[in-house]
């Protein structure tokens, strides 16, 4: 029992002794840029909101955008490589949204925390060691899952029949590809070229 308490605290002491002030100060800007595109996106919710209730579509507003909202966890770990890092950058974008008046208010650090949390599992599967196209493809599906998890039981979407929900799921699947997978990864692999982050 000594052993693994002896382990667990020297894992501890070597995480945080990965955490530099460049760590600290990226992961920072990391959540900040991507607060403020979380905030940016809160209008077009509501807008599209507003185009697809009349059609009885208004649940596939969140799937559509879900993405958008889920950019910061893996950007983070694409970028620092350090387990947390996704949880914090996702956490702290969803300070900055619900600071700068982001529509859902104090619930935003809630899903904050349940989107970074959905993020870091796909990695975590990997032990943290694939920061590649593995690694992200892992990180999209854990997210998706979580995440809609949670947004079954915030929006009830357990009153939907079964091809509704199916059909949501998909519809999320296919933009945190797209915008927490694809367009993530291609934003790192820019800043690796540009020499702005080691690999």
């Not at 693994?4 to 990965?18: A, D």
Request: proline letters at 3%.
């Amino acid at each position: 029992m000594g052993n693994y308490i002896l382990l667990g605290e020297k894992n501890m002491k070597k995480w945080l002794e990965s955490w530099h002030l460049k760590n600290i100060i990226m992961v920072t800007l990391i959540g900040v840029a991507c607060g403020l595109v979380f905030w940016v996106m809160d209008p077009i919710y509501t807008a599209l909101t507003a185009v697809l209730t009349p059609l009885g579509l208004a649940p596939f507003t969140n799937a559509i955008l879900i993405g958008f909202w889920t950019m910061g966890g893996p950007l983070a770990l694409m970028i620092i490589r350090i387990p947390g890092s996704g949880l914090l950058a996702e956490f702290f974008g969803a300070v900055v949204e619900m600071l700068l008046g982001g529509i859902w208010g104090a619930a935003t650090l809630i899903s904050g925390l349940i989107q970074g949390f959905g993020s870091e599992l796909g990695f975590a599967f990997t032990g943290y060691k694939q920061y590649n196209w593995f690694g992200m493809t892992l990180s999209v599906i854990t997210t998706t899952v979580v995440t809609f998890g949670w947004e079954l039981i915030r929006h009830d979407y357990a009153g939907f029949s079964l091809g509704m929900i199916t059909a949501l799921f998909v519809v999320s699947l296919i933009s945190v590809f797209l915008f927490s997978g694809v367009l993530t990864m291609a934003i790192a692999k820019l800043l690796e070229r540009t020499h702005l982050i080691e690999k």
